[in-house]
């Protein structure tokens, strides 16, 4: 059979299946987004007040074939026309896993293309540098490093991103992930899942001064994060009224509280992490100091303000990718691939995915505008 000659500079296509959302998408190969598709799994998950990881593998098997299907029609693109394959490989729910990763793995079998094994948290953290993204923010495309702060139902961590394939963890949570905290908090008053649209929309009518809430980590040095205290006292607040549901205002007063203590919290955990960032990069311009916050939890307009405030006294620029981008997506997936395949960083097709796959355990190399370490 004749084979039309790959070019290795075509489009990506990007396959995200880690948690509960399916997602594909193609990139050309200088990141212009030529077609994407996610489908959330809320419905299949609701009942449940979670994300039940047999559903959320079954619904992507279900899925995810006719998605990549019409988001390669939509790009007006075949197989033949792809430089590569990039898809989720972890840390996420194992059976998802299988399902992208495989699929993915099969197709670049089929069609002998490269696949590149994306770990999840990297697709987060590169997604500032797609180009254009940041607008006014950040016209050029980010150069590293820059600091990203993570925040969504899974993870919760200051990293300092270096270059691809190149992370110095800053903190992180020891215990809930702060959107998983928004989501206990939110169930304590009722609301359903996922609770921190529905928490933030209640804090907006409720008072923040009626509940004393404790605000772990403040003023401790470090950027680590701690909130199964603060979910604990909103659970103990609830306790004390009478059984049944909760008298409206006091709920909306919860969730105030709620909020204002998380708000606090990471303003205070993020201003801690630019420090550490500053002092690691001491001769980065004032005009280089960026932050990047992403991640669901990131949509939080009260979240957005403060952590804009703390990087603004730091001397940094505070940057928030578009909201679907900063949840889980498969335009992420397929930047991170094309970042690594100019680096040439493919992966064999018996490449496993992986339930738990920390960022510092990659290897890559520093981007050609990623500086020499500084001091350690
Ligand atoms: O990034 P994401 O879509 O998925 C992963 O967890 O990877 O984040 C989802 C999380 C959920 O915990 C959800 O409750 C939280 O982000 N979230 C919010 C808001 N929107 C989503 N938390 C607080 N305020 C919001 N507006
Ligand atoms: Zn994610």
Redesign the pocket.
């Known amino acids: 059979m004749h084979e039309r000659p790959r070019d290795p500079s075509g489009p990506v296509l990007g396959i995200e299946t ?4 399916t997602a594909a998408a193609v990139l050309d190969a200088d990141g212009r987004i030529l077609a994407e598709a996610v489908l959330s799994q809320l419905a299949e998950h609701a009942r449940f007040g979670g994300v039940v990881p047999e559903i959320a593998a079954r619904a992507h098997l279900a899925h995810l074939p006719a998605m990549v299907g019409s988001v390669l029609r939509a790009a007006g693109l075949s197989w033949g026309d792809l430089a590569a394959v990039a898809a989720s490989a972890g840390p996420g729910l194992i059976g998802g896993l299988i399902v992208g990763s495989g699929f993915a793995k099969g197709a670049a079998l089929a069609r002998g293309l490269p696949f590149v094994a994306v770990n ?1 948290l990297e697709a ?1 953290a590169l997604t500032a540098r797609l180009p254009g993204l940041l607008g006014e923010a950040s016209p050029a495309p980010v150069a590293f490093p820059y600091l990203l702060l993570l ?5 919760c961590q200051c990293v300092a991103v270096e270059g691809v394939g190149r992370y110095h963890r800053l903190g992180g949570t020891v215990d809930d ?4 905290a ?2 206990k908090a ?1 169930k304590l008053l009722g609301l359903p ?5 529905a ?2 929309r209640l804090a907006a009518a409720g008072d923040a001064t009626r509940f004393a809430l404790p605000r772990p980590m403040l003023g401790r040095a470090g950027c680590d994060f701690s909130f199964s205290g603060l979910k604990t006292a909103v659970a103990q607040r609830v306790a004390a009224f009478p059984p049944g549901p909760l008298p409206r205002a006091a709920a909306a007063d919860l969730a105030a509280a709620f ?1 204002a203590a ?1 708000v606090a919290v990471l303003a205070d955990r993020l201003r801690n992490a630019l420090a550490a960032f500053a002092a690691r990069y001491p001769s980065l311009p004032p005009g280089r100091r960026l932050a990047v916050a ?8 009260a ?1 957005r303000a403060a952590l804009a405030g703390a990087a603004e006294a730091a001397g940094f620029t505070l940057a928030v990718p578009p ?1 679907r981008l ?3 997506n498969a335009v992420m997936v397929a930047w991170a691939g094309i970042e690594r395949l100019r680096l040439g960083l493919v992966d064999p097709l018996d490449t496993a995915p992986r339930p738990r796959w920390p960022l510092e355990a990659l290897t890559g190399a520093g981007g050609p505008d990623a500086p020499p370490r500084e001091a350690a």
Do not use: K
């Open positions: 880690s948690c509960d959302e999840h987060h925040i969504s139902g899974g993870h992930a702060v959107g998983e928004f989501d939110a899942w996922p609770g921190g649209p928490l933030e909020q998380v992403a991640g669901g939890v990131a949509a939080n307009g979240i909201v900063c949840t889980d």
